[in-house]
């Protein structure tokens, strides 16, 4: 059965996040320097506007961010 | 372009090396220390590699991990002169090899897996919507999307629409599948939702 927030998770994958956004191949390039930013409690989405829009869209983007994000935050501490 | 996003990229106190990026790179640069600092650069790359595979639960872990850093280390050499130390180093790194591990793993997640495009999934989807009694709204917008699809798309954007956003096919996947990028397929996302959202606000359905 699909329930309600199914369907507005649904809704964003289908519409994506609506805002300006950088490419795939942008967002690789500037992933590291997005991370770091983030890492050592700096406003990463001001810095580089357009990342969090197309983290929110793409899927496998997010997935690469998260992993980086992780990975990098355990070998921080 | 899919996107208007301006470019303000980076911070120019970011920009300044770290002592232990330069000193990777001037290791790697340097024939007299350069297979030394690739070895250890390689263990680095083979740990970051683990992680995302184990992390994804993949079977043959150090069978694609090592595939991955053979393969990041490989990209890192030949891209060290397009670092511009907007990050430490060794984040520059990584993402390389988690980008190549992810990219593996979802592979072979998906190898043996035909993938099928159900267009009959619209048609599913708009009477499911319209049936929703508990979120009128969201219903009513969901059904409204699965009718504009064929309607306001191409087959190719439905396609590719179809299988990343409905049917949860990764896009690493679907671009092997096709013989295209990573890329060229999120801007045929991008370009669908941009027409769906277009006529939901002729519609009054979204501000």
């Given at each position: 059965m699909t329930t309600p927030n199914d369907k507005r998770v649904l809704v964003e994958r289908l519409l994506g996040p609506g805002e300006p956004e950088v490419t795939c191949e942008e967002c690789f390039e500037l992933l590291d320097q997005y991370v770091d930013l983030e890492v050592h409690g700096d406003d990463a989405d001001a810095t580089l506007p357009g990342m969090r829009a197309h983290l929110v869209g793409c899927p496998a983007c997010h997935e690469d961010h998260e992993s980086l994000l992780a990975f990098v935050a355990v070998r921080e501490r | 372009m899919p996107t208007q996003a301006?470019?303000?990229?980076?911070?120019?106190?970011?920009?300044?090396?770290t002592d232990e990026s330069q000193t990777w790179l001037r290791e790697l640069r340097d024939p007299a220390t350069r297979e030394e600092a690739a070895t250890r650069l390689h263990a680095l790359l083979l740990r970051a590699a683990r992680f995302e595979v184990s992390r994804r639960r993949s079977s043959d872990v150090d069978d694609l991990a090592t595939q991955a850093a053979d393969d990041a280390l490989v990209a890192i050499l030949a891209k060290?002169?397009?670092?511009?130390?907007?990050?430490?180093f060794t984040t520059w790194a990584y993402k390389f090899v988690l980008l190549e591990a992810a990219v593996k793993a979802r592979r072979r997640a998906w190898q043996g897996h035909e993938v099928t495009i159900d267009d009959e999934a619209w048609t599913r989807m708009a009477a499911q919507g319209r049936s929703a009694d508990d979120s009128l709204a969201t219903g009513e917008l969901l059904a409204a999307i699965a009718e504009a699809v064929p309607r306001c798309l191409t087959d190719h954007q439905r396609h590719v629409l179809t299988a990343?956003?409905?049917?949860?096919?990764?896009v690493d996947v679907l671009a092997e599948r096709l013989d295209t990028t990573r890329g060229a397929l999120y801007k045929t996302l991008h370009d669908a939702r941009r027409k769906l959202r277009a006529e939901l606000e002729e519609e009054g359905l979204l501000q």
């Amino acid at each position: 059965m699909t329930t309600p927030n199914d369907k507005r998770v649904l809704v964003e994958r289908l519409l994506g996040p609506g805002e300006p956004e950088v490419t795939c191949e942008e967002c690789f390039e500037l992933l590291d320097q997005y991370v770091d930013l983030e890492v050592h409690g700096d406003d990463a989405d001001a810095t580089l506007p357009g990342m969090r829009a197309h983290l929110v869209g793409c899927p496998a983007c997010h997935e690469d961010h998260e992993s980086l994000l992780a990975f990098v935050a355990v070998r921080e501490r | 372009m899919p996107t208007q996003a301006p470019r303000r990229y980076g911070r120019p106190r970011m920009r300044v090396v770290t002592d232990e990026s330069q000193t990777w790179l001037r290791e790697l640069r340097d024939p007299a220390t350069r297979e030394e600092a690739a070895t250890r650069l390689h263990a680095l790359l083979l740990r970051a590699a683990r992680f995302e595979v184990s992390r994804r639960r993949s079977s043959d872990v150090d069978d694609l991990a090592t595939q991955a850093a053979d393969d990041a280390l490989v990209a890192i050499l030949a891209k060290l002169d397009t670092f511009q130390g907007r990050s430490r180093f060794t984040t520059w790194a990584y993402k390389f090899v988690l980008l190549e591990a992810a990219v593996k793993a979802r592979r072979r997640a998906w190898q043996g897996h035909e993938v099928t495009i159900d267009d009959e999934a619209w048609t599913r989807m708009a009477a499911q919507g319209r049936s929703a009694d508990d979120s009128l709204a969201t219903g009513e917008l969901l059904a409204a999307i699965a009718e504009a699809v064929p309607r306001c798309l191409t087959d190719h954007q439905r396609h590719v629409l179809t299988a990343l956003a409905l049917d949860g096919v990764p896009v690493d996947v679907l671009a092997e599948r096709l013989d295209t990028t990573r890329g060229a397929l999120y801007k045929t996302l991008h370009d669908a939702r941009r027409k769906l959202r277009a006529e939901l606000e002729e519609e009054g359905l979204l501000q």
